[in-house]
């Protein structure tokens, strides 16, 4: 009912594509270059001889060893001393040398991932076809390889100009419409939980409601850094976080996390209880299952091995709300395919995490603008509201 009739879709879209402008991508590349042949300057100054910065072992002697930078709380690996990007985050404020290195290997990344890649991909029509991954993701969720559009940073400046150079064709615009707080939204589906069900139907800000509750505050009182922890605190649930995990995110003293979580749970005790029965379900049947019905086996919730054991415990807690965020967006393509098939003028060509893209008409892209936003708002009922925000626009990044 889902899965094979999202097969075709899959297909078609593969075969559509997305429209590249590759000079787009070459300016990019070139003002990247540029960026990191000074990056390279400026760290080689700082370590006072120059390095490869991509070579672990050459970049942790440098920072451990030359500048005798504090080795607490870092992780050792086989070969020495990490320098991955959760251990250099905890030196950020030892050298300025660090926040250059994360720059460039965010530049570095960009430039060798993407902007030299993905034009290599682009047929004689100026397109490329991503491959869409459909039972990949134990949740559901889709992924897309060659190239992986799924990765192309959104929040950084970069990135939305990386965006930008996915265009509609001429004539043509594009319409995305994404699902807002879908794993949220889930969240208090699956939990039923009164507080969160509540804020939803007001259109309250989950994020600003939380943390009144944790910090005992009323919402007007609450300040940035206090939503800024909530908000990781939030998503952290979803996935089972520790203390510790939710303490590093948030950049709290673990203490403190202990104290948030703690009261996450009692003022969301819908939260808390459906945390508590998923795992008892998990354990007494061996898989857990989304609302429409998606499984997964978790046979290893009951292993002696204890670190495995809680492995499976937080995809048990996990899945149900991932699963049933991935099977609203793939019932939302069926839809969308059902109500636009058969015009060829309206096609839909990307799906990216809970977003749907399609390439539509210029005449044509505000009413199927409007039509796509009522039928994804309805697509699946809930005990909370679907939201989703559409843009038009000319390319990716406007939208």
């Given at each position: 009912?889902?899965e094979?009739p999202?097969l075709?879709?899959?297909?078609?879209m593969?075969?559509?594509?997305?429209?590249?402008?590759?000079?787009?991508f070459?300016?990019?590349?070139?003002?990247?270059t540029?960026?990191?042949?000074n990056?390279?300057k400026?760290?080689?100054?700082m370590?006072?001889?120059?390095?490869?910065?991509?070579?672990p072992?050459?970049?942790?002697?440098?920072?451990?060893t030359?500048?005798?930078?504090?080795?607490l709380?870092?992780?050792?690996?086989?070969?020495?001393?990490?320098?991955g990007?959760?251990e250099?985050?905890?030196l950020?404020?030892?050298?300025?040398?660090i926040?250059?290195?994360?720059?460039?290997?965010?530049?570095?990344?960009?430039?060798?991932t993407y902007?030299?890649a993905?034009?290599?991909?682009?047929?004689?029509?100026?397109?490329?076809?991503?491959?869409?991954?459909?039972?990949?993701?134990?949740?559901?969720?889709?992924?897309?390889t060659?190239?992986n559009?799924?990765?192309?940073?959104?929040?950084?400046?970069?990135?939305?100009?990386?965006?930008?150079?996915?265009?509609?064709?001429?004539?043509?615009k594009?319409?995305?419409?994404?699902y807002?707080?879908?794993?949220?939204r889930?969240?208090?589906?699956?939990s039923?939980?009164?507080?969160?069900?509540?804020?939803f139907?007001r259109?309250?800000?989950?994020?600003?409601?939380?943390?009144?509750?944790i910090?005992g505050?009323?919402?007007?009182?609450v300040?940035?850094k206090?939503?800024?922890s909530?908000?990781a605190?939030?998503?952290?649930?979803?996935?089972g976080?520790?203390s510790?995990?939710?303490a590093?995110?948030?950049?709290?003293?673990?203490?403190?996390?202990k104290?948030?979580?703690?009261?996450?749970?009692?003022?969301?005790s819908?939260?808390?209880?459906y945390m508590?029965?998923?795992?008892?379900?998990?354990?007494?049947?061996?898989?857990?299952e989304t609302?429409?019905?998606?499984?997964?086996?978790?046979?290893e919730?009951?292993?002696p091995?204890?670190?495995?054991?809680?492995?499976?415990e937080?995809?048990?807690?996990?899945?149900?709300i991932q699963?049933?965020a991935?099977?609203?967006?793939?019932?939302?393509?069926?839809?969308?395919?059902?109500a636009f098939d058969?015009?060829?003028?309206?096609?839909?060509?990307?799906?990216?995490?809970?977003?749907?893209?399609l390439?539509?008409?210029?005449?044509?892209a505000e009413?199927?603008?409007?039509?796509?936003?009522?039928l994804?708002?309805?697509?699946?009922p809930?005990?909370?509201?679907?939201?989703?925000?559409?843009?038009?626009?000319?390319?990716?990044?406007?939208?």
């Amino acid at each position: 009912e889902m899965e094979m009739p999202l097969l075709k879709i899959l297909a078609d879209m593969e075969i559509t594509g997305v429209e590249l402008n590759t000079v787009i991508f070459k300016g990019i590349s070139e003002k990247i270059t540029v960026t990191l042949k000074n990056l390279e300057k400026s760290i080689y100054e700082m370590a006072g001889r120059e390095f490869n910065i991509n070579s672990p072992s050459q970049l942790s002697e440098i920072l451990f060893t030359d500048l005798a930078l504090s080795t607490l709380d870092i992780k050792k690996t086989k070969k020495g001393l990490s320098t991955g990007a959760s251990e250099l985050s905890k030196l950020r404020d030892s050298h300025k040398i660090i926040s250059k290195i994360e720059e460039y290997r965010e530049l570095f990344k960009l430039k060798t991932t993407y902007l030299d890649a993905i034009p290599k991909l682009v047929d004689k029509n100026s397109r490329i076809h991503t491959t869409f991954n459909q039972a990949v993701a134990a949740t559901g969720r889709l992924s897309s390889t060659e190239p992986n559009l799924q990765n192309i940073p959104i929040k950084t400046e970069l990135g939305q100009l990386l965006r930008t150079a996915f265009t509609a064709k001429e004539g043509y615009k594009l319409i995305s419409a994404d699902y807002s707080q879908i794993d949220l939204r889930a969240v208090a589906h699956v939990s039923k939980d009164k507080k969160m069900i509540e804020a939803f139907h007001r259109g309250d800000d989950i994020h600003s409601l939380t943390a009144a509750e944790i910090n005992g505050v009323t919402p007007s009182q609450v300040t940035q850094k206090m939503r800024s922890s909530a908000k990781a605190l939030n998503f952290g649930i979803i996935y089972g976080m520790s203390s510790f995990g939710f303490a590093q995110s948030a950049g709290i003293a673990q203490g403190l996390a202990k104290e948030f979580i703690k009261a996450y749970m009692e003022k969301f005790s819908g939260v808390a209880a459906y945390m508590k029965e998923t795992r008892e379900f998990a354990r007494t049947n061996g898989y857990v299952e989304t609302l429409l019905g998606r499984r997964r086996n978790l046979n290893e919730i009951n292993s002696p091995n204890f670190q495995v054991a809680a492995g499976a415990e937080r995809m048990a807690i996990n899945m149900p709300i991932q699963g049933l965020a991935a099977d609203i967006v793939k019932l939302a393509m069926i839809k969308t395919h059902q109500a636009f098939d058969g015009d060829s003028e309206i096609q839909m060509i990307l799906q990216i995490h809970d977003e749907i893209i399609l390439e539509v008409k210029a005449e044509k892209a505000e009413v199927a603008a409007k039509k796509l936003k009522e039928l994804m708002e309805n697509v699946h009922p809930l005990r909370v509201p679907l939201i989703v925000d559409v843009k038009v626009g000319d390319n990716w990044g406007e939208v």
